[in-house]
């Protein structure tokens, strides 16, 4: 019976990164091309970060139209917990982008990160009891 291999050829390792370009980077950083992961590193840490800060208006805007319709105690509590929310993103995002492969994306790494949690924290202050 014949066994199966992986080629090692490296023609067939950059195929496979621009596959992976398709869906995630991590293939290609993990056959040592972060050139063909992130072929425009600034280009694309520019758009990531343009994302995040378009949910992160998004979040802000949320955030102030929930707090408006609040009692006192209650904009305390939001309070409270949105500004220990920031630092335990804040530190998650960094801690990610600390431990991961590093290489020319790791900026936009972090910034999917930032964006995706911002999203999530969104949908949870919209949800907050005796918000309007």
Same mark, same amino acid.
């Given at each position: 019976?014949?066994?199966? =291999? ?50 992160? *208006? =998004? ?12 009692s006192?105690?209650a904009? *305390? ?17 960094? *801690? ?9 994306? *790791? ?10 949690? =911002?999203?999530?924290? =969104? ?10």
């Open positions: 019976m014949r066994r199966m =291999t992986t080629p090692t050829h490296p023609l067939f390792a950059r195929a496979l990164c621009l596959l992976a370009l398709l869906g995630a980077t991590g293939l290609c950083l993990a056959q040592g091309s972060p050139a063909l992961a992130c072929p425009e590193p600034e280009a694309v840490a520019d758009e990531a970060r343009r994302r995040f800060q378009a949910a992160d *208006a =998004t979040l802000h805007l949320s955030y102030g139209r929930v707090m408006e319709g609040l006192v105690e904009r *305390a509590v939001l309070r409270k917990e949105q500004r220990s929310w920031l630092a335990q993103r804040d530190a998650q995002c960094q *801690a990610a982008l600390l431990s991961g492969p590093g290489g020319a994306c *790791a900026q936009r790494e972090f910034h999917v990160c930032l964006e995706q949690l =911002t999203q999530r924290r =969104t949908a949870v202050v919209r949800a907050w009891p005796g918000s309007p």
